[in-house]
């Protein structure tokens, strides 16, 4: 009979392997990597799935196929930086993901409610990265038909673009709201205002222990028909925080133990 110290032993084993895979990954909860993609597209949600489906998360996508229209979010690997305009939508500024990876998470906040990200298992989210995608960023360089310039004519208008993140409980109650600005023109030297077009890192271990993320978006710019900035963002690489990784290991050497 196998004692039961080498049955500790063993569970040990179990999860240092299992925390060792997590650190070869990084700890990553979603990166987008590991979803299928031809070159050069993207994913919005026209065959009716209803979202999808990236490491340890899920993201919700709601598609019209009357209007061919979508909110929540997309993925996509377009490299185009240049392009404007409604068409697209599915580029990210950066032309790229996170740290040079090929994929990455668009989300529009649309008509059917927030875009959003369901954990597997409640915990910690350490962080995120966002960047803001071709519309959105040129619409705010250059102004288009709908929307203005930021910082006016004279560059003085206070203009912004604010990204909100909420956490939610298993309950569906807020632990904790986070906020960055995708741009950001309310400086008193016009040189110090910016438009994001790089990813950047934004810590949400504030929210606490959250099961859902739910992200919206505002602007300065707005019109009789609400804001006229698209309603964009990009994501990638989203990353638990270590203690809800080791966490896990042990809940899983807690399930070990009292199989035996």
């Known amino acids: 009979m196998v004692s039961r110290r080498v049955l500790k032993m063993r569970n040990l084993v179990r999860v240092l392997a299992f925390l060792g895979m997590a650190s070869a990954a990084n700890g990553y909860m979603a990166t987008f990597e590991d979803l299928p993609l ?3 597209s993207y994913w919005n949600g026209s065959d009716g799935s209803g979202g999808f489906v990236s490491g340890a998360a899920q993201f919700n996508n709601n598609y019209d196929t009357m209007y061919g229209s979508w909110d929540g979010f997309s993925y996509s690997n377009i490299t185009d930086t240049t392009a404007e305009g409604w068409t697209a939508q599915y580029n990210a500024i950066t032309g790229s993901g996170q740290g040079g990876s090929a994929k990455y998470g668009v989300g529009y906040v649309g008509w059917s409610g927030p875009p959003a990200i369901t954990l597997d298992a409640a915990g910690v989210v350490e962080g995120l990265y966002v960047t803001n995608n071709n519309s959105a960023y040129y619409s705010m360089l250059n102004g288009d038909l709908f929307a203005k ?4 004519a004279t560059g003085d208008d206070g203009d912004w673009f604010l990204l909100t993140i909420t956490g939610k409980d298993a309950g569906e109650v807020v632990t904790d709201v986070v906020e960055f600005y995708l741009a950001d023109y309310r400086f008193a030297d016009n040189g110090e ?10 810590d949400l271990s504030a929210l606490g222990v959250v099961k859902s993320l739910e992200f919206g978006l505002s602007s300065s710019d707005v019109g009789a028909w609400g804001m006229n900035t698209p309603a964009y963002f ?11 990784i080791v966490l896990l290991g042990l809940g899983a050497l807690g399930v070990g133990w009292r199989k035996r």
């Open 193 to 202: 205002d910016y438009i994001v077009d790089a990813w950047e890192h934004v």
């Open 149 to 152: 310039k930021f910082g006016g």
């Open 38 to 40: 031809a070159a050069e």
């Open 234 to 244: 990009v994501i990638d690489t989203i990353v638990p925080e270590p203690a809800t």
